[in-house]
């Protein structure tokens, strides 16, 4: 059974740094696709940023510079490192892994609970 968990959300004010945790289990971490998206309240869900298997990275427009992704293929975890963050990144957090890198959010094969993120001005 894939489980993906999230932590490290918060409440944070604006200019603040938070990093988010993905741990995953019941997948090969390095055979996947891992990816964070978020959801602010009457919105729909958006990319932010996701690493393929092979380490290439992608990033929302209105993180990059900000926000950095990783993978711990040792520890089975994702991060997201959110640096200079903004009220406009509040919102919840999800992590999702597929076998193909992709920015679509339906695409996703699996997905975590979530983790809330407040940034106060």
């Known amino acids: 059974q894939v489980q993906l968990v999230e932590s490290g959300g918060g409440l944070v004010q604006d200019g603040g740094s938070l990093r988010l945790s993905c741990a995953t289990s019941g997948l090969t971490l390095s055979s996947y696709a891992m990816g964070w998206f978020r959801q602010a309240p009457g919105k729909e869900r958006e990319f932010v940023a996701v690493?393929?298997?092979?380490?290439?990275?992608r990033y929302v427009a209105s993180v990059r510079g900000r926000f950095t992704i990783s993978r711990d293929s040792a520890k089975n975890t994702v991060y997201l490192q959110m640096d200079n963050l903004k009220p406009e990144d509040t919102g919840v957090y999800y992590c999702?892994?597929?076998?193909?890198?992709?920015?679509?959010?339906?695409?996703?094969?699996?997905w975590g609970q979530g983790t809330q993120v407040t940034v106060s001005s």
């Open positions: 690493v393929s298997w092979s380490g290439i990275r």
């Open positions: 999702a892994a597929n076998e193909e890198m992709t920015t679509n959010w339906a695409l996703q094969k699996y």
